[in-house]
């Protein structure tokens, strides 16, 4: 039966057969949005899904054996690791096995943006490696409120899964946490004002610069996931609805990362991108000390 | 199989990305360039978007006659993008050098260059034209329409000896 | 050993093929050069063997975005040697033309800074703007950009709807002072990223002979319009913003006040605007001699020299742009400055590598 459920939820919800062309919507959305806000059209609603089929058949550039090997496996890596962790988000929450685990959720959030940092160096091309160390950069600077407010939850619930955390955490701590953690969702997904890493007009595509076609579309792809599992894990933690019928909890789900899509795209087409230096220090002073607060007010409770 | 062959070809019609370039041109069509860009002309609205590393385009869109110092440049990139690709001239410039004709340091035009497949004239092109000769690119890569016979056998070195158009 | 950043010559940030050649210690920036004539089509070269009408033809295209500038100062420096005198219905068109040309330029370069921050929806509310401005410009010339107006003793049209232009001068000064200017000034990201950076102090900028905005914004109050008036500017009313700060956001400051001055400009001229011819019957003979003409383009002072042998060719035509001038001047800016600042440093000079080459 778990196993049954296991699979289900890697392959069919929340997995890949909801969580792909839920992350092209969100991609759409986000730049549908940030269109409607400038006063242009935007995309149309099946960009992602094309820009996707395109790229996957386009011609690879033919790469030394090693460096093509790498600059393939990386993005998948990075693919597999974020639809696990979109498996893991506890929409169902008594499938029992390792779902809701908070611990593997986070690192398997994390391979992500490790492998884009792996993906701009072995890529060897001078703009993705300053992309690739802007992203090491950030991803080391965010996860300090990240962590602390992840810790905060946990604290305060005294549980380790999602879904007991979601039960259980003080609403206090829960405001003040979460806030740190939606501040935290621009860095990984590039958007403004916490976009330094991929500045295009700095840096070319950072990371990303060297990759080509099929390749490319794997970065796509992850990028996409990363929508669903962060939105995702905001919303699992946000709204405590697991003793609710199924239904109920797949629309709250869906709802609360749809809104927080639109919180994220509004935020990002009304702010300059700050730079490198300044978004790291804003996490280690502003963001840390929301998060740090939450926990705070976490221990104070206990 | 040829469900997956439409497929492909209905998302490179809805996806072209563009790489600009420009080889020593007066900025005119590279500023009507980015009018496209912009509320009035809003071509993402066709999936267009100018993408910022050649590895990622799709379509080449070549401004200026082509100087000297930007012919290797333009030979790396053009190298660079990935297959299927197609070259748009925009502007008078890379067609016919423009007034820059005979000029020493010019070694235009483009097609001695590189393969042209369309051009959009004008000096500089209207936003309007500019998109239309995109859309015809676009047919080109999906397959819709076939691609023109080159004009020229690209002679690079010839037009480097030669300093252009005599 | 510090490496080595070579921007471009094709680089997202640069609208034209340059080079820039960055030293740093980690994203600081301890050095820098630029490497120019990407964009060298010797035109100069090629105006001793054009006859001086191709010449205002040839030298229209010298920058696609200060057409105007590099068209009227050669036709004043014509018109100098050979001794016409404009109409003055042509002098106050020529004005109209120099200062819309002026606000697309401006604009653009608004949108192009705010590109470089990151801040996109700023940057097309910038283009949509200039929108406006291109259509006048568009309904007076008949092209969106090179816009051929200027001949030797008058401009080749006449304004036919003044009523339109001034509606639409009038729409853009407002949307600049209600919308662009307070969004520039008051966003906090904006500040962070413009305040305090890319500084040019009053010092530095008299000794690299910075000129137009950008030594405006380090306090230098000069400007060609106001100091040797020519055309009609003598006979109009507007101010010359100077700010005292050197950096990025005293430049963008200054350009945005320059863009209300010059719809100021615009709407004074249209009014006080004579009837009468606009340009003389024939075409002028030019006779031996030479001559200096300098004007106030959007990016600072331009300046032609021509000199003629009495034929219908030019003997030598030489022009320095205020890119020239001006480019020098980043190196102290970036010295000291983040990598991620660079594109913007440079930007905030609004170079134009197009005409700087020729
Ligand atoms: S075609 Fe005309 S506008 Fe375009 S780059 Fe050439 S001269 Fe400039």
Redesign the pocket.
């Known amino acids: 039966m778990t196993v049954v459920r296991g699979l289900i939820s890697l392959l069919v919800f929340p997995g890949a057969l909801f969580a792909l062309p839920a992350g092209w919507f969100m991609m759409w959305l986000q730049r549908k949005i940030n269109a409607r806000a400038q006063g242009r059209i935007g995309p149309p609603f099946f960009q992602p899904f094309f820009d996707f089929v395109k790229l996957l058949a386009k011609e690879p550039v033919v790469r030394p054996r090693l460096q093509g090997f790498l600059m393939t496996v990386l993005p998948l890596a990075a693919v597999a690791s974020t639809l696990g962790a979109i498996a893991l988000l506890p929409v169902f929450p008594k499938a029992g096995g390792f779902s809701g685990d908070l611990v593997l959720l986070v690192s398997l959030i994390e391979v992500g943006p490790l492998c884009a940092v792996l993906g701009g160096f072995v890529s060897r091309s001078l703009y993705g490696g300053i992309g690739a160390s802007r992203e090491a950069v950030l991803t080391l600077a965010y996860n300090v409120p990240f962590l602390i407010a992840l810790f905060a939850l946990v604290a305060s619930a005294g549980s380790f899964s999602l879904a007991g955390v979601a039960l259980a955490a003080a609403w206090p701590v829960r405001v003040l946490a979460l806030i740190a953690l939606v501040a935290c969702i621009p860095v990984k997904l590039h958007l403004n004002p916490f976009s330094a890493a991929s500045a295009e007009q700095e840096i070319y595509a950072g990371s990303t610069t060297e990759y080509d076609g099929p390749r490319l579309a794997l970065w796509e792809l992850a990028h996409a996931l990363e929508w669903v599992a962060l939105t995702g894990l905001v919303a699992s933690l946000a709204f405590p609805v697991a003793d609710a019928a199924w239904p109920v909890r797949v629309v709250v789900f869906v709802a609360v990362s749809v809104a927080l899509v639109v919180v994220l795209s509004f935020a990002a087409a009304s702010t300059a991108r700050l730079k490198l230096a300044q978004t790291a220090r804003w996490f280690l002073l502003c963001g840390s000390g929301i998060a740090l607060s939450a926990l705070v007010v976490a221990f104070v409770r206990l | 199989m040829s469900l997956l062959d439409s497929l492909v070809r209905t998302a490179r019609r809805r996806s072209p990305w563009l790489f600009h370039l420009n080889a020593g ?5 590279d500023i009507e360039l980015v009018a496209c860009l912009t509320p009035r002309y809003d071509v993402e609205q066709l999936g267009i978007r100018l993408e910022a590393s050649p590895r990622h385009a799709d379509i080449i869109v070549v ?3 082509v100087t000297r110092t930007t012919l290797e440049a333009l030979q790396t990139v053009y190298a660079q993008v990935p297959d299927p690709k197609v070259v748009v001239a ?4 890379p067609a016919s050098c ?1 007034m820059f004709a005979g000029s020493p340091t010019v070694v235009g035009p483009l097609d001695r260059i590189i393969p042209v497949d369309v051009y959009v004239p ?3 092109p209207r936003p309007d034209a500019i998109v239309a000769g995109i859309a015809d690119a676009v047919a080109i890569l999906c397959g819709d329409v076939p691609r023109p016979e080159p004009t020229h056998v690209p002679v690079v070195a010839d037009a480097c000896a030669t300093g252009g158009l005599s | 050993m510090s490496p080595v950043i070579t921007m471009g010559p094709f680089h997202p940030a640069l609208e034209e093929p340059y080079k820039i050649d960055v030293v740093c210690e980690g994203e600081h920036v301890t050095d820098a050069s630029i490497r120019v004539g990407f964009n060298f089509r010797a035109i100069e070269w090629l105006a001793e063997r054009k006859n001086y009408t191709a010449d205002i033809a040839l030298f229209e ?1 010298v920058c ?1 975005i200060c057409s105007n500038v590099h068209t009227l100062c050669l036709s004043r420096a014509i018109e100098t040697l050979a001794g016409i005198e404009v109409p003055e219905r042509a002098q106050y068109i020529r004005v109209v033309v120099a200062e819309a040309e002026r606000l697309h330029s401006h604009l653009l370069w608004a949108g192009i800074a705010c590109e470089l921050i990151g801040f996109e929806t700023l940057f097309m509310a910038c283009f949509g703007l200039r929108e406006k401005i291109m259509d006048v410009l568009e309904a007076i010339s008949g092209n969106r ?2 816009y051929a107006m200027n001949r030797p003793g008058g401009v080749n049209r006449d304004i036919a709807d003044p009523g339109a232009v001034l509606a639409a001068v009038r729409a853009i000064a407002d949307a600049t002072s209600k919308q662009l200017i307070p969004v520039l000034t008051t966003d906090a990201t904006v500040r962070a990223r413009c305040a305090g950076v890319g500084v040019l102090t009053r010092a530095d900028a008299i000794a690299y002979g910075a000129v137009g905005p950008t030594a405006r914004a380090s306090g230098l109050p000069q400007d060609i319009r106001a100091s040797a008036p020519y055309e009609a500017y003598d006979r109009l009313l507007f101010e010359v913003p100077v700010r005292q700060e050197g950096d990025v956001f005293a430049r963008v400051v200054v350009r945005a006040l320059e863009i209300l001055e010059s719809c100021r400009i615009i709407e004074q001229a249209i009014e006080q605007m004579p009837a009468g011819p606009f340009r003389g019957d024939d075409y002028p003979k030019v006779p031996a001699g030479e001559v200096c003409s300098r004007i106030e383009g959007p990016r600072g002072e331009v300046f032609y020299y021509v000199a003629s042998d009495g034929s219908d060719t030019p003997t030598r035509v030489r022009v320095r742009t205020p890119t020239f001038a001006n480019m020098p001047t980043a190196r102290p800016m970036v010295l000291g400055q983040t990598f991620a600042d660079v594109p913007l440093i440079q930007a905030s000079l609004d170079p134009c590598y197009s005409c700087t080459d020729r």
């Open positions: 041109s007066c900025n005119g069509c401004s200026g006659p925009l502007g008078s410039c423009n004008g000096c500089p | 295209h696609g950009v090179n």
